[in-house]
């Protein structure tokens, strides 16, 4: 069966400070991947999604980006945080074709002071 | 435009009632689906049921159900015989396009649901 890892679950970060965020999925191959940010009483914003090793494609102009190093490997980061990257942040998996549902991982949530 | 609206602020039902948590969205595209998430307090998204575009009848999926109104563009969700533990934040999402590789969802901002003993 498939499953999802995504760590950190708890992040307090000083503004400035670089993040990194991973996902990880096992189960399947050449997921498409996805990363949300929720932010506190919000709904779920798209900021970034991969159909493939390197290819990334970026929903909103912002402090973050995103790398796919390995087929099941979603990585999240930042150079230097703001306060406004404080959030929710949840990976997602969905297999190719079909439906498209997603899979999400338990999320990770971030705060910076 | 929003592409998915929720507009119930805050949701309540007595254990053992059905409540319906409301969902309208805006597409131009023929072939869309549409989805039902619950996030509990702990934060994880669970998906619930699914509607496409082309299908005819209502998804089901034991207690829910999804009441798809194509032509007024709505996608409710009937939660039956409410359990405690469905007291939780309750998203609807849409996918506009066929499922495929750069498909994606879209969310609304939510309603909360609580139910009551």
């Known amino acids: 069966s498939q499953t999802i890892h995504q760590w950190p679950a708890t992040l307090v970060q000083p503004v400035g400070s670089p993040l990194s965020l991973e996902c990880t999925v096992e189960?399947?191959?050449?997921?498409?991947l996805y990363w949300y940010r929720q932010a506190a009483g919000r709904g779920l914003q798209l900021l970034f999604y991969?159909?493939?090793?390197?290819?990334i494609s970026s929903e909103v102009p912002q402090n973050l980006s995103a790398s796919r190093p390995q087929d099941r490997q979603f990585i999240l980061s930042s150079k230097k945080l703001l306060l406004s990257d404080s959030g929710f942040y949840l990976c997602?998996?969905?297999?190719?074709?079909?439906?498209?549902?997603?899979?999400f991982g338990a999320g990770s949530r971030l705060t910076v002071l | 435009a929003q592409k998915i609206t929720q507009t119930q602020p805050g949701m309540f039902v007595q254990e053992k009632e059905a409540v319906t948590l409301d969902c309208t969205y805006d597409?131009?595209?023929?072939?869309?689906?549409l989805f039902w998430y619950k996030q509990p307090s702990s934060g994880e998204m669970i998906f619930l049921i699914y509607?496409?575009?082309?299908?005819?009848q209502n998804a089901t999926e034991g207690r829910y159900s999804l009441n798809f109104q194509k032509a007024r563009k709505s996608a409710n969700l009937v939660i039956s015989a409410s359990q405690l533990g469905d007291s939780a934040m309750y998203f609807c999402?849409?996918?506009?396009?066929?499922?495929?590789?750069?498909?994606?969802?879209?969310f609304g901002k939510g309603i909360t649901l609580s139910v009551r003993p």
């Open positions: 997602a998996w969905s297999p190719v074709g079909g439906a498209n549902v997603l899979t």
């Open positions: 189960g399947t191959s050449n997921p498409n």
């Open positions: 991969s159909v493939g090793i390197g290819q």
């Open positions: 597409t131009s595209d023929q072939s869309y689906g």
């Open positions: 509607q496409g575009s082309y299908d005819e």
């Open positions: 999402a849409m996918r506009e396009g066929y499922g495929g590789a750069n498909s994606k969802l879209t």
